[in-house]
């Protein structure tokens, strides 16, 4: 009598978590489609594709192009996917190639009082580039050093101003490298403010 009232028990525990498992999935799934997607037709002809998730905590930008000799059909050149957190500040990018080789990371950094992007430090994801440190203890540590640091200024109005880009590999200036004027991070397409 007592094996019998486990066994149904086991198999009524069995029979709700395989029923909210297959519910997971179907919500998980139901959330996938929610994603929203904008297009955007750049002067040069190719596209920039933003994709948000459903929490709104991974942007994904993509630029497509045009396939050389190709019947029109747009191929990825590049890709970026930024991360947020809860507050809906970017914390991390990762630029990858057309391939999904990944090329660059990104980290921002913010104003501790005003709460506003102050800087972005961007690692060259294929060679580690380090620096030597020498700590309150004496002993030197290798620090990773960013390839390019942004400074992000805002004027009296608190409106960006350009940010200022120093840019650490030798006979290269930031915009030959990066475009002029350009961070990693322009706008929020899904931003409605």
Same mark, same amino acid.
């Given at each position: 009598?007592?094996?019998? $009232?486990?066994?149904?028990?086991?198999?009524?525990?069995?029979?709700?978590?395989?029923?909210?498992?297959? @519910?997971?999935?179907?919500?998980?799934?139901?959330?996938?489609?929610? #994603? @929203?997607?904008?297009?955007? !037709?750049?002067?040069?002809?190719?596209?920039?594709?933003?994709? !948000? @998730?459903?929490?709104? !905590? $991974?942007?994904?930008?993509?630029?497509?192009?045009?396939?050389?000799?190709?019947?029109?059909?747009? %191929?990825?050149?590049?890709?970026?996917?930024?991360?947020?957190? $809860?507050?809906?500040?970017?914390?991390?990018?990762?630029?990858?190639? %057309?391939?999904?080789?990944?090329?660059?990371?990104? @980290?921002?950094?913010?104003?501790?009082?005003?709460?506003?992007?102050?800087?972005?430090?961007?690692?060259?994801?294929?060679? +580690?580039?380090?620096?030597?440190?020498?700590?309150?203890?004496?002993?030197?540590?290798?620090?990773?050093?960013?390839?390019?640091?942004?400074?992000?200024?805002?004027?009296? #109005?608190?409106?960006?101003? +350009?940010?200022?880009?120093?840019?650490?590999?030798?006979?290269?200036?930031?915009?030959?490298?990066?475009?002029?004027?350009?961070?990693?991070?322009?706008?929020?397409?899904?931003?409605? +403010?």
């Amino acid at each position: 009598m007592i094996s019998t $009232i486990k066994t149904s028990l086991l198999l009524s525990f069995a029979t709700v978590f395989l029923i909210a498992g297959i @519910s997971e999935n179907a919500y998980s799934q139901n959330q996938n489609k929610k #994603q @929203s997607v904008r297009m955007m !037709r750049n002067d040069d002809g190719s596209f920039t594709e933003f994709r !948000r @998730s459903s929490n709104e !905590r $991974i942007l994904e930008k993509r630029i497509l192009a045009p396939q050389e000799g190709g019947n029109g059909e747009l %191929a990825t050149t590049v890709s970026f996917i930024y991360r947020k957190d $809860i507050h809906g500040r970017l914390r991390s990018c990762k630029i990858h190639d %057309a391939i999904g080789t990944i090329l660059y990371r990104v @980290s921002y950094g913010y104003h501790k009082d005003t709460g506003r992007l102050d800087r972005e430090y961007m690692y060259d994801a294929q060679v +580690k580039r380090t620096v030597a440190i020498i700590g309150a203890d004496g002993k030197p540590t290798n620090v990773e050093k960013p390839v390019r640091r942004l400074y992000y200024r805002y004027d009296a #109005q608190g409106r960006p101003a +350009k940010p200022i880009a120093i840019c650490l590999p030798p006979g290269k200036r930031a915009e030959e490298l990066f475009g002029k004027n350009k961070g990693t991070w322009t706008k929020d397409p899904f931003n409605k +403010k």
